[in-house]
């Protein structure tokens, strides 16, 4: 595995797009655009970051890092995550999450999806922010918004999990059936490794939005422009372990998810990168 700075410097140079401030519906708040630029020091030993609100009184924010914080973990694709290293009730709590698009021999691409998730003193969601990206000099075309038609089908995967305590990452295989069995309802069926042990779960459907209600907590996942979707519980309980997920459909037969998961003491406990195709 690369090193978590060498992982940060796939994400380096300039992006264009917008940040999109959705309620937990997805309804639009505010979309503005945006200009992040990732700028190597020092023979790259020191990130220069800026961001750029483009709006009617535009403002700008530099930051400049040498190490990362305890709440952020990259992948060897340069996708990354950062946010709460421990769940707990009455406070704040939130994470961000974001994918870039890679080619042939793992080469960073020229797009780039991130989202946040955000939730109350109360614990419950109550924003979301999508950031569409494209490197600049490239207008590398968005997806259409995801479907669920998009979704159906069986996903064979290839996942790689990283720690925060610098164990080594372990990798597995997954596969995920998806089945639409009415107009307002789903099932899906993931299997994790050799084992033949298989979850099944069933989701209604409402426009845009999904809800899983099989667990301890409910899971809503939010399907979204640029072929993404937003998958977390409306409302974290304490003392049960929980996930917070991003995907990305990047062709129709290719995929990527990744999750933050937390363990029933709210402490973050992994990064997962699930890459399947569709078969």
Request: charged share 20%; glycine share 8%.
């Amino acid at each position: 595995m690369k090193s978590q700075w060498d992982c940060l410097l796939q994400n380096l140079g300039e992006w264009h797009g917008s940040f999109t401030r959705l309620s937990p519906q997805g309804a639009l708040i505010e979309d503005i655009p945006t200009i992040v630029s990732l700028e190597g020091l020092n023979n790259n030993q020191t990130i220069r970051q800026t961001i750029q609100r483009l709006t009617p009184s535009p403002d700008k924010k530099v930051l400049e890092y040498s190490s990362l914080g305890r709440g952020v973990f990259f992948l060897d694709t340069g996708a990354f995550s950062q946010g709460s290293i421990q769940f707990g009730p009455f406070s704040e709590f939130g994470a961000e999450l974001g994918l870039i698009a890679t080619r042939e021999g793992n080469i960073p691409g020229n797009r780039r999806l991130r989202l946040v998730q955000l939730y109350n003193r109360e614990s419950q969601l109550y924003q979301i922010t999508l950031i569409r990206e494209y490197r600049a000099h490239t207008a590398a075309p968005e997806r259409p918004p995801l479907t669920v038609k998009d979704l159906l089908g069986t996903w064979q995967g290839e996942a790689v999990t990283g720690y925060p305590d610098w164990r080594e990452p372990t990798t597995y295989t997954t596969r995920l059936q998806i089945e639409q069995e009415s107009s307002d309802r789903l099932t899906q069926q993931l299997t994790i490794g050799t084992s033949e042990q298989t979850i099944t779960s069933s989701a209604s459907i409402a426009g845009s939005v999904l809800t899983f209600t099989q667990g301890t907590q409910p899971v809503q996942v939010l399907l979204l422009p640029d072929g993404g979707s937003s998958t977390c519980p409306t409302q974290i309980k304490t003392g049960q372990s929980f996930f917070l997920e991003m995907g990305w459909l990047l062709q129709p037969d290719l995929r990527q998810r990744l999750i933050r998961r937390y363990s029933d003491k709210g402490e973050w406990t992994s990064l997962t990168l699930v890459t399947e195709r569709k078969i």
